[in-house]
């Protein structure tokens, strides 16, 4: 990368040189840089790669396997706790809703009965059980922008860190807008509290060769502006516990979600989670763009 895709900056600094995480406990044999940009923060990979792009190429080697039950295992409770942030600042009523990168559809099946219409869009690895559930399914954005098909609310949630190019991922997403339309975006936070708190013990762990991009607030607002959006809302989203964090801490590596040293009562891990949230020092940021 010759310039900042963000702020067209030409200078970065080297902000890691070793190996990379390339499956759910492996890592590459070879080091690897990941350069950050001095003036708008955005980090990213000096290799990226375009073939991670296709999302079941990526879940294959990421989770344990590529299964639909698998995917629904893993991600169900993760669906349920975005689904729930977000419905608090938009309402998903009688709307024609798209989710890209929809997998097996977890969010689609649990909007299917509010929304007017529900459409996926993954790779055709994922095209039979979404017609199963009874949703429209379209296998590239290029294909929906051709069919003139528009949305209401386009679902875009960890995805666009994994794009080779994200500006032309995100233009294509604007064509396919209703009039009033939005796109709602979940994207990995790198200013958060794990790697405040963890440095290099917690960053070891997230680098990943299938994130070709690493965001921030900073750089996130400006990328939109400069794409003629509105940001209607931006908010946090920590997708892990208070003791989850400490436990980490404890033993300065990944550790698993369930089975963990209890610090605090849930109560107390619902403060720290909204106060979290609240300063964007959350492992997620949610943007509603218009
Ligand atoms: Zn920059």
Redesign the pocket.
Known sequence: MKK??????NKFKLIWHGKLRNSSNGFTKKREKIYQ??????AFLKDRRKKLEDSSVTRNIFNKSNSYREFVKFHSPREQAKLESIEKHISFKNKNILESNCGTGILLNKLKRVARSTTGLDSPFYKKIIEKYGHKYFSSIDEIIKSKVKFDIAFSLSEIEHKYDPANFIKKMKKILSKNGVIILRIPNFNNIYMYMLGNSFLKYDYRISHNFYFGEK?LDLFFKKLNFKIVKKFGLNEYTLNHLLNYINVKKRVPVKGLKKYFEKKTEKFVKQNIENSLASTSLIYILR
């Not at 900042?4 to 900056?9: D, E, Q, S, Y």
């Not at 940009?37 to 955005?42: E, H, Q, T």
Request: charged share 10%.
């Open positions: 900042c895709i963000i702020c067209g900056n940009c001095p003036i708008c923060d955005l750089n």
